[in-house]
């Protein structure tokens, strides 16, 4: 559908949660995941997770951090519009980091924008939340044209830095490899099922790619449909 949009904004780890929480509250910086939340020496929140297979949510501080999307496609991704797993914006406080999102599919086309960012705050010495992690593997071609972004958010005055950027990953994959977010996702039980559905991710998996992920529906595995 064009300009359709997929959208995990602000679904990541609620406020003062994640592995890269930032502090809220006296001494605050922001929040990290793939690239550091900023702190005004300079220093920032931990990274975590995976360059090549993110599946990761990002980490918030006054408000949640970006959500995660993950497309497993055995033929054609067209982006004609957005996915998005940006982090919140705060209203006051220190920022959250942006969220995942993983793409695997034969071909990878569009003119739209794929983003990943850290929150920004208009609060007075607020600080940027760090970007998010993206990787795109293609098998035949790669002829996406618009953007795309991990960038870390913007603090507010110019004397702090602003949140690192993340990462972002395009990579020709020619044999299909084993995915821990099919792994922990897919393969489910009840609980992982509710974390699911409570952070909204959107998972899309087709036939031919679960398929391959040796992942047959029964009670035990399940398919997401924009969370």
């Given at each position: 559908?064009?300009?359709?949009?997929?959208?995990?904004?602000?679904?990541?780890?609620?406020?003062?949660?994640?592995?890269?929480?930032?502090?809220?509250?006296?001494?605050?910086?922001?929040?990290?995941?793939?690239?550091?939340?900023?702190?005004?020496?300079?220093?920032?929140?931990?990274?975590?997770?995976?360059?090549?297979?993110p599946y990761?949510?990002?980490?918030?501080?006054?408000?949640?951090?970006?959500?995660?999307?993950?497309?497993?496609?055995?033929?054609?991704?067209?982006?004609?519009?957005?996915?998005?797993?940006?982090?919140?914006?705060?209203?006051?406080?220190?920022?959250?980091?942006?969220?995942?999102?993983?793409?695997?599919?034969?071909?990878?086309?569009?003119?739209?924008?794929?983003?990943?960012?850290?929150?920004?705050?208009?609060?007075?010495?607020?600080?940027?939340?760090?970007?998010?992690?993206?990787?795109?593997?293609?098998?035949?071609?790669?002829?996406?044209?618009?953007?795309?972004?991990?960038?870390?958010?913007?603090?507010?005055?110019?004397?702090?830095?602003?949140?690192?950027?993340?990462?972002?990953?395009?990579?020709?994959?020619?044999?299909?490899?084993?995915?821990?977010?099919?792994?922990?996702?897919?393969?489910?039980?009840?609980?992982?099922?509710?974390?699911?559905?409570?952070?909204?991710?959107?998972?899309?998996?087709?036939?031919?790619?679960?398929?391959?992920?040796?992942?047959?529906?029964?009670?035990?595995?399940?398919?997401?449909?924009n969370g």
């Amino acid at each position: 559908q064009s300009n359709a949009n997929i959208s995990a904004v602000g679904k990541g780890y609620a406020a003062t949660y994640g592995p890269g929480v930032g502090i809220y509250g006296t001494g605050n910086r922001a929040a990290g995941y793939g690239g550091l939340g900023a702190l005004q020496d300079g220093g920032g929140s931990a990274t975590y997770g995976s360059f090549l297979l993110p599946y990761d949510l990002g980490s918030g501080v006054e408000y949640a951090g970006g959500g995660a999307v993950t497309l497993l496609v055995a033929d054609t991704v067209n982006v004609s519009g957005s996915i998005d797993a940006t982090a919140r914006n705060p209203s006051v406080s220190d920022a959250g980091s942006g969220g995942s999102i993983y793409i695997d599919a034969n071909n990878v086309i569009g003119t739209g924008a794929i983003i990943s960012t850290g929150g920004y705050s208009s609060g007075n010495g607020a600080r940027g939340g760090g970007g998010g992690r993206i990787s795109v593997h293609y098998r035949s071609s790669y002829g996406f044209s618009g953007s795309v972004a991990a960038v870390g958010g913007t603090s507010y005055v110019s004397t702090i830095p602003n949140g690192a950027n993340g990462t972002i990953n395009i990579t020709q994959q020619l044999t299909y490899i084993t995915l821990p977010a099919v792994d922990a996702f897919v393969q489910l039980n009840g609980q992982v099922a509710r974390q699911l559905r409570r952070h909204a991710y959107a998972f899309l998996i087709d036939s031919q790619a679960q398929s391959r992920q040796g992942c047959i529906p029964t009670a035990s595995c399940a398919v997401f449909r924009n969370g």
